[in-house]
């Protein structure tokens, strides 16, 4: 049965707005720069969902318009990283948290001569009650398969018990089904689908899609993979970030 009461909102991968030149091209699920278009506002504190791709050996800055924590998630290749308060190199399995308070500036670099590199970059809000913590790595084994793997917390200095927004990521066989119970009943839900496709909440996702969820009476999110080695990110968000 589909559930009638949860406030759903489908982002189409090919409707996304986009921005490139000759060496970067960046897919933005929400409204990003310049790009602006009706019902892409940020998903409570998630504010941006960057999808990237990066040419062979060239660098791009970015500089956080507020107090933000930028998460990076690289998918192919790796990933080289330059902020005031960490600095590293990333590769798919890795997941990076960077807090940045507004006005700094950060930079991504493909280390390779010859090959392009893939990696999604999202922005949460985070204002004065953000952990003191400047950065935090985590990395995650999808060998472990069917089930969601934590990548990333945001703890608030309010109640380090009640996350300013968490993700996980779960790689899931054909049909494989998983479960994620909603830490608290007020916050919503973002997937990402990173690779395959999945349905959730009843509701059919392909490679690169979005859906945000809110208002879901039993506080559990459903997934059901309907391909082999399918990926997904999921994300508890605060709705008042």
Same mark, same amino acid.
């Given at each position: 049965?589909?559930?009638?009461?949860?406030?759903?909102?489908l982002y189409?991968?090919?409707?996304?707005?986009?921005?490139?030149?000759?060496?970067?091209?960046?897919?933005?699920?929400?409204?990003? +720069?310049?790009? =602006?278009?009706?019902?892409? *506002?940020?998903?409570?504190?998630?504010?941006?969902?960057?999808? @990237?791709? $990066?040419? /062979?050996?060239?660098?791009?800055?970015?500089?956080?318009?507020?107090?933000?924590?930028?998460?990076?998630?690289?998918?192919?290749?790796?990933?080289?990283?330059?902020?005031?308060?960490?600095?590293?190199?990333?590769?798919?399995?890795?997941?990076q948290t960077?807090?940045?308070?507004?006005?700094?500036?950060?930079?991504?670099?493909?280390?390779?001569?010859?090959?392009?590199?893939?990696?999604?970059?999202?922005?949460?809000?985070? +204002?004065?009650? =953000?952990?003191?913590?400047? *950065?935090?790595?985590?990395?995650?084994?999808?060998?472990?398969? @069917?089930? $969601?793997? /934590?990548?990333?917390?945001?703890?608030?200095?309010?109640?380090?018990?009640?996350?300013?927004?968490?993700?996980?990521?779960?790689?899931?066989?054909?049909?494989?089904?998983?479960?994620?119970?909603?830490?608290?009943?007020?916050?919503?839900?973002?997937?990402?689908?990173?690779?395959?496709?999945?349905?959730?909440?009843?509701?059919?996702?392909?490679?690169?899609?979005?859906?945000?969820?809110?208002?879901m009476p039993?506080?559990?999110?459903?997934?059901?993979?309907?391909?082999?080695?399918?990926?997904?990110?999921?994300?508890?968000?605060?709705?008042?970030?």
């Open positions: 049965m589909i559930d009638t009461r949860t406030q759903a909102q189409v991968a090919d409707q996304r707005g986009c921005s490139q030149n000759s060496f970067f091209r960046s897919y933005h699920t929400f409204n990003f +720069g310049p790009y =602006t278009a009706e019902h892409r *506002s940020a998903f409570g504190g998630l504010r941006v969902l960057n999808d @990237d791709t $990066l040419g /062979p050996g060239h660098r791009l800055s970015l500089t956080v318009d507020d107090d933000t924590a930028v998460v990076l998630i690289p998918l192919v290749g790796g990933l080289e990283f330059n902020s005031p308060v960490a600095d590293g190199f990333l590769e798919a399995g890795q997941v960077v807090w940045l308070t507004k006005g700094m500036s950060y930079q991504l670099s493909n280390p390779y001569e010859t090959e392009l590199i893939n990696f999604v970059q999202l922005w949460f809000s985070s +204002g004065s009650e =953000t952990s003191l913590i400047t *950065s935090r790595q985590s990395d995650i084994d999808l060998t472990t398969t @069917d089930q $969601l793997l /934590p990548a990333f917390a945001l703890t608030s200095l309010r109640d380090d018990s009640e996350p300013a927004g968490m993700g996980f990521i779960g790689k899931f066989n054909g049909r494989a089904e998983g479960t994620y119970a909603l830490k608290n009943p007020q916050n919503g839900v973002f997937v990402f689908i990173l690779s395959g496709a999945f349905e959730v909440q009843n509701r059919l996702l392909h490679e690169r899609d979005g859906l945000s969820l809110m208002n039993e506080a559990i999110v459903e997934v059901e993979a309907l391909s082999n080695n399918a990926i997904l990110l999921l994300m508890e968000v605060p709705l008042h970030g």
